[in-house]
């Protein structure tokens, strides 16, 4: 079975312009997510959709982040424009079922110059 | 609050039993977690807990969760060098939302 799919795995900006990252889940999870993790701290959760609809989106900064789910598949995260903060790494995890058990990608990791 | 606080590092020697302590404010969680994360890799379920359990082992790896003190465990038994790694103590809320606490750093010396 593959794995939750991201890209890209690197990318380094400078401050005020834009990226997007990209995420296939694994197959037939209808829960999708998109974590944000800053180097030694634990990921926090930015939005949660559930098939194509947001479940949670609480600590997204909504004036610079923006995450699609169009089909209830794959999923895109933007940031723009970028501030010098938002370096880490981001991690797209997807589930189904409710053990609460996420898979999560290998993440994109984002530097902002 | 939302906190789940764990220690920042724990070197062991190999052979030797790692514990791996984690605590959490939230009394409502339902489920609680321990995820492993290797460098440049993605985190990985290890095990995990319900609430109503106050201890589970499969294999190496023993949980015990003390509701009472929101207090949370995770020993490693015969750890080896392939066990270092950061492990994340997760608290997941009724609402169904998980907090992350911030990681605690395992160093197996060989």
């Known amino acids: 079975e593959a794995g939750v799919a991201q890209s890209p795995r690197y990318k380094i900006i400078e401050k005020r312009q834009s990226v997007a990252f990209w995420c296939n889940p694994i197959?037939?999870?209808?829960?999708l997510y998109w974590y944000q993790q800053i180097l030694g701290q634990g990921p926090k959760l930015l939005i949660q959709?559930?098939?194509?609809?947001?479940?949670?989106d609480s600590q997204l900064p909504k004036d610079r982040f923006s995450a699609e789910r169009l089909k209830g598949v794959d999923s895109t995260l933007k940031i723009q424009p970028a501030k010098l903060e938002d370096s880490a790494v981001y991690l797209c995890?997807?589930?189904?079922?409710?053990?609460?058990?996420?898979?999560f990608g290998e993440g994109s990791r984002l530097t902002v110059l | 609050g939302e906190d789940v606080e764990q220690s920042l590092f724990l070197s062991v020697r190999e052979g030797d039993s790692s514990v791996i302590n984690c605590t959490y404010t939230?009394?409502?969680?339902?489920?609680l977690y321990w995820y492993k994360q290797e460098p440049g890799a993605g985190l990985q379920l290890l095990t995990y807990?319900?609430?109503?359990?106050d201890m589970k082992q499969d294999q190496r790896l023993t949980v015990l969760l003390n509701k009472k003190d929101k207090h949370l465990s995770l020993r490693i038994a015969d750890t080896q060098t392939g066990d270092s790694a950061i492990y994340f103590c997760?608290?997941?809320?009724?609402?169904?939302?998980?907090?992350f606490g911030q990681g605690t750093t395992l160093q197996v010396k060989p």
């Open positions: 995890a997807s589930s189904q079922g409710n053990t609460g058990e996420l898979f």
């Open positions: 197959s037939g999870h209808a829960t």
């Open positions: 959709f559930q098939n194509n609809g947001v479940v949670d």
């Open positions: 939230d009394s409502s969680s339902t489920y």
């Open positions: 807990i319900f609430s109503n359990m």
């Open positions: 997760v608290s997941k809320r009724n609402t169904g939302k998980l907090i």
